[in-house]
């Protein structure tokens, strides 16, 4: 440790912060999609329909019982051969990792769905409400109330994992400490400064995902 030297990374914060907007980039489009089709899945997955339920349910068990990295490699060289489809690579890292975390928070959304009581979805059926006015104005609401918490915790996991999309060439954090660790042959100082880059960034967000959790089970508790 005495010929550490962080000179040559500091040097180059610029470098990293570029890398830095790339991986904020990815995170919170990818979070968009996973709240949105997270939702939506969730709802098809809690179908009566079996052919609206069993393709969701098989989504969600691929990506959640799947390799984060294998998805992400699978996405990148087989999706372009097999559909002859070429999309700019953090166009692609978004859509495979706002895929995976649809699959997560589609099953956080399910199960605060199915925790609301069925007196309420009896109660919006004696008003007269349609069903998609029972959606927006009763589901939604209280299932993404219970489900922040996790949603959060989510959210920082697929920050976290956007590293992957580094082994495919994606400019993000990852990808420029790689290079710039090759260039001044300096690693242990290059991966510590990204280390404190990524804590950063998810050491609040935690903390804020373990107030809401302990707020919530307070209010339960009234």
């Known amino acids: 440790m005495g010929n550490t030297d962080f000179f040559f990374v500091l040097n180059s914060w610029d470098f990293l912060l570029e890398g830095l907007k790339i991986t904020l980039e990815l995170t919170l489009w990818a979070i968009a999609i996973g709240l949105v089709c997270g939702f939506l899945l969730a709802l098809a997955a809690n179908s009566k329909a079996r052919f609206v339920r069993v393709p969701a349910r098989a989504y969600i068990d691929f990506f959640r019982c799947t390799p984060a990295l294998v998805q992400v490699v699978w996405f990148f060289f087989c999706i372009p051969m097999i559909f002859n489809v070429f999309w700019t690579p953090v166009f692609m890292g978004v859509v495979i990792l706002g895929m995976n975390l649809t699959a997560f928070n589609a099953e956080a959304f399910r199960a605060s769905i199915q925790a609301i009581p069925k007196a309420q979805t009896d109660a919006c059926v004696a008003l007269g409400l349609d069903p998609k006015s029972r959606i927006l104005f009763v589901v939604l609401p209280q299932a ?8 959060i915790t989510q959210a920082i996991g697929i920050f976290q994992q956007s590293s992957l999309v580094s082994l495919v060439g994606v400019a993000d954090l990852m ?9 001044t042959y300096r690693p242990i100082e290059t991966f510590t400064v990204l280390a404190l880059f990524y804590l950063a960034v998810a050491i609040p967000f935690g ?14 508790r009234v």
């Open 144 to 151: 993404f109330r219970h489900a922040v918490p996790v949603l």
């Open 175 to 183: 990808y420029q400490g790689k290079q710039l660790s090759t260039q």
């Open 207 to 220: 903390r804020f995902a373990a107030f809401l959790e302990h707020r919530s089970e307070r209010l339960l």
